[in-house]
């Protein structure tokens, strides 16, 4: 599989922020760092992967030793989340830094639309590529499929992928702009996007790399090789997790066997809570919901020497800062000219600081309909059946008290009415900020007025 990426000789300054373990004097600190090389980092995003469907979070059924060895060897956090609780606008939070309304990606993009993330909006592998990394893409994209929009647009050297979800068609598997296999055969897929990023770590040739792999499954429709076929005790979903954990092996192999593991953050998480299978743990709802079980995902970070291995964390943080986090660590230049909403988790991943954050807000589509502190968590709209149910407008949010009740069972708005007000108004002052950033969704209907499907490239 060929690779031809620019080289670059630059060498960047870490950022303060991470600075050594306490053990280590901050002279010697300030040396060994200014003269390391910058790490590499490596973003592996499931799709649909539910909070409670890896073995490292509680799972019963199905076996995930490799995802696991990232956690137990680095960091789990379990109040982590998606930037919003469907696919195309949690990937434009988290190549962003932004919450999804922002930069207008806050609905999902199917193959009709003619949108995509806007080529003005910064992302991760621009910030990183200008710091002198050498950036990749492998997986799935869905943030637009036509020239303006595609990966190799928005700082990606290299992108090997899909366009979209693959209940989506035309579904093909793409190098570059070049289709190399029509229609992607899904049954492999998995190995495929493990031995592409093999191949890239073996490129790297002593320059950083930056590597965001994007899994395709476990959405639905499910498929799996034969010979894994049958494997787990979780039924087909099971076995489609099980392959992927195999492919993630494959991954951290590739980064001991180039010897470049040690200097290397790698992240591990999913797009949004479990869609019609999989599980959300404890936690209430599911992907495309209002309540926990929609936003909130595993997240697991290794960077041997600097996180320390076994480490748990139960304060919140989400998708929206990787990009001020990748920033940090590297030395790349963080945008000035915008809002970024996410924040550095440097000091929360490496010495247990708490989290950066005193708000998080949770989007969907146009609307904010939750917002949580570090204990309460306000649900202002819900669904039920087909009906949408905007809790405000009756005079009834309802307020989760996150540390007695992370399941949201119960409303405690009679008990703790100031913490509802001030949540409330965060929440009004941020809807006044963004409003003139809505915008009208695409319907999952297909156009019949000659409107192009699928990806529009030129070579």
Not at 98 to 107: C, K, L, V
Not at 192 to 204: C, G, L, P, T, V
Not at 399 to 427: G, I, N, T
């Amino acid at each position: 599989m060929p690779f031809r990426f620019v080289r670059w000789t630059a060498v960047f300054l870490l950022a303060a922020a991470c600075a050594a373990s306490p053990t280590t004097s901050i002279a010697a600190s300030e040396t060994s760092h200014a003269n390391a090389q910058p790490p590499n980092i490596i973003i592996i995003l499931t799709d649909d992967l539910g909070w409670g469907d890896i073995s490292l979070n509680g799972s019963p059924l199905i076996k995930t030793p490799n995802i696991d060895r990232i956690g137990q060897e680095g960091i789990q956090l379990t109040d982590f989340y998606a930037g919003s609780n469907v696919c195309s606008p949690s990937r434009a939070a988290l190549l962003t830094g932004r919450y999804p309304i922002r930069s207008g990606m806050q609905h999902v993009i199917f193959p009709h639309s003619q949108d995509g993330l806007p080529t003005d909006e910064i992302t991760i592998s621009e910030i990183l590529r200008d710091a002198g990394y050498r950036t990749g893409m492998i997986g799935k994209w869905h943030l637009g499929h036509t020239d303006e929009f595609w990966p190799t647009n928005h700082g990606f050297d290299w992108f090997y992928g899909v366009a979209y979800s693959n209940d989506m068609a035309p579904f093909d598997l793409y190098e570059g702009k070049q289709i190399i296999q029509s229609p992607a055969d899904q049954s492999q897929l998995s190995l495929s996007y493990a031995k592409a990023a093999k191949a890239f770590i073996n490129e790297a040739d002593g320059q950083p790399f930056f590597l965001y792999f994007a899994e395709t499954f476990p959405h639905i429709p499910l498929f799996v090789s034969d010979d894994r076929s049958g494997k787990s005790e979780a039924g087909l979903y099971g076995d489609v997790v099980e392959t992927l954990d195999a492919g993630i092996g494959i991954l951290l192999d590739a980064l001991d066997e180039a010897g470049v593991a040690d200097n290397t953050l790698i992240v591990f998480t999913s797009d949004n809570g479990p869609w019609f299978e999989g599980s959300a743990g404890d936690f209430r709802g599911r992907k495309g919901e209002t309540h926990e079980g929609g936003f909130r995902v595993p997240f697991l970070a290794r960077w041997p020497g600097r996180i320390p291995a076994g480490t748990v964390s139960h304060e919140m943080a989400m998708n929206i800062d990787l990009l001020p986090t990748a920033a940090a660590i590297s030395g790349a230049h963080l945008p000035d000219d915008r809002v970024i909403d996410g924040k550095n988790l440097t000091g929360l991943l490496t010495s247990g600081a708490p989290t950066p954050h005193d708000l998080l807000f949770f989007f969907d589509g146009n609307d904010i309909v939750a917002a949580r502190d570090k204990r309460f968590r306000l649900v202002l709209n819900t669904f039920y059946r087909t009906m949408s149910v905007p809790f405000e407008y009756f005079g009834s949010a309802l307020l989760f008290d996150l540390e007695k009740d992370p399941q949201e069972s119960f409303s405690f708005m009679r008990e703790y009415p100031e913490d509802a007000d001030r949540l409330k108004a965060a929440v009004q002052t941020l809807r006044k900020e963004v409003a003139g950033n809505v915008k009208e969704a695409t319907s999952h209907l297909p156009p019949t007025d000659g409107t192009p499907i699928g990806p529009q490239l030129n070579d």
